[in-house]
């Protein structure tokens, strides 16, 4: 392996370091002390620098052993009808000028995401980057949790200003689309050491998620580590102790944040009670308006923050115009954007990811089962996401980085997937 490749490899996962747990503060650790002496790595654009600069180097330097990567061979159909169905709405949008950009960074992504897969083809890289994960996710729990604790825990969270992610959805949902992979490498991880690693960054994004007081994270999150341990019955010992050991920080958090913890759980009994779903249904009804509009090709790709101020009696804020206002429902914002074609384009890609990693997780033995489990969960936890959010929309705020991170997560799983290929792909 030469040096340019070499270098690569550690440019990739410096930058995956500062994607995942959002760059260095800029100004201060703790709402209002702990200043960081390093604020160049605040810099929002110096994650991509890394990555771009390792994928030159590693593809210079002779890092990738062939380019074909058999095992993703299936998505390339469900992606080229995406993109096709992109394409189409792009052509005809009402907008030219931001689809075209959107066109141009969904194909950025896509890049990307093939430079991910040539990356985790390495042996050692895909070791190096659990660990690396792990850290970062434990980093960035720890500074959730001493801002939230300098604000105080009977407060509502909105922003967290010493990561890059800033919003208290943006955080719930990296947690959360990370958190089955580190449940799962928890459970099947041999190496006590390290499994204890991976139990504790799990642990510390159950507890940053609990006190942003997100409804949804907070139950996703819940519903993944149940999921995880019924996809994973072999490993039921060390289920039981993570399931005892989180119950009782649960206990404590809940006890040391009394009146939010009473709000949250208030409103999630009676939803009436929020606030915020009364703006959701607000928005879903202006944009059922929008895709009745153009029903089949949509307005635009990457236009719905400039069309939804067209609706008569429009809700949005006028703040966000041009600068990220969402559907609050990926699958409305997805639809509004590139009609019922881009809509079940978006359901076909996502359908054969699933259909894949479940596949996977038939065919594999009792003791390999939970590492796909994991990975199966996060996808699931990220459609379910969607329900009530827009984190990967134009100009939403750390969207590209989020588009990155689900990558990064979907090209994880399905490389732990190409150990147990078809019958149809083992006899190619």
């Not at 236009?303 to 429009?314: I, K, L, N, P, R």
């Amino acid at each position: 392996m030469s040096t340019a490749a070499r270098a690569g490899r550690w440019l990739f996962l410096a930058g995956v370091m500062l994607m995942v747990t959002g760059d260095g503060p800029s100004s201060t650790v703790g709402l209002s002390r702990w200043p960081t002496p390093l604020p160049f790595l605040a810099w929002e654009w110096l994650y991509v620098v890394l990555l771009s600069a390792g994928a030159v180097c590693f593809l210079a330097g002779g890092g990738v052993k062939s380019g074909k990567l058999p095992h993703l061979h299936f998505v390339v159909v469900p992606l080229a009808v995406l993109l096709g169905a992109f394409l189409l709405s792009a052509v005809a949008s009402q907008v030219h000028t931001l689809s075209a950009l959107a066109l141009v960074t969904v194909t950025g992504v896509v890049v990307a995401c093939w430079m991910f897969a040539l990356f985790l083809d390495d042996e050692r890289v895909s070791r190096a980057l659990w660990p690396t994960l792990a850290i970062a996710l434990a980093l960035l729990a720890v500074r959730v949790i001493i801002w939230r604790r300098d604000e105080g825990l009977n407060v509502v969270a909105f922003q967290i200003l010493n990561n890059a992610w800033t919003g208290k959805i943006q955080l719930a949902w990296v947690f959360n689309i990370f958190a089955p992979l580190l449940l799962a490498r928890t459970l099947s991880e041999p190496r006590r050491v390290v499994a204890v690693l991976y139990g504790i960054a799990w642990a510390l994004t159950g507890v940053a998620t609990y006190l942003l007081f997100s409804r949804m994270g907070s139950i996703v999150f819940a519903v993944t580590t149940l999921g995880v341990w019924m996809f994973s019955p072999a490993q039921w010992r060390r289920m039981v102790v993570i399931v005892v050991v989180g119950a009782a920080i649960a206990t404590g958090l809940v006890a040391r944040s009394d009146k939010m913890s009473r709000y949250v759980f208030s409103t999630i009994v009676e939803p009436d009670r929020n606030p915020g779903v009364d703006l959701r249904l607000a928005v879903w009804r202006e944009s059922l308006r929008l895709f009745r509009s153009h029903p089949v090709t949509g307005t635009g790709l990457g236009t719905y923050d400039e069309v939804a101020y067209s609706v008569d009696g429009s809700t949005a804020e006028p703040n966000f115009r041009g600068n990220g206002w969402h559907a609050h429902n990926t699958y409305l914002h997805v639809m509004v954007e590139a009609g019922i074609i881009g809509l079940l384009a978006w359901c076909y890609f996502w359908y054969a990811i699933l259909a894949r990693q479940l596949g996977a997780w038939k065919r594999a033995a009792s003791r390999d089962r939970v590492a796909i489990a994991g990975t199966v969960w996060a996808v699931l936890a990220f459609l379910v996401l969607s329900i009530s959010e827009v984190m990967i929309g134009a100009r939403v705020h750390g969207s590209l980085r989020m588009i990155l991170a689900i990558g990064l997560v979907v090209v994880l799983g399905l490389h732990l997937t190409k150990a147990f290929p078809s019958v149809r792909e083992h006899n190619r």
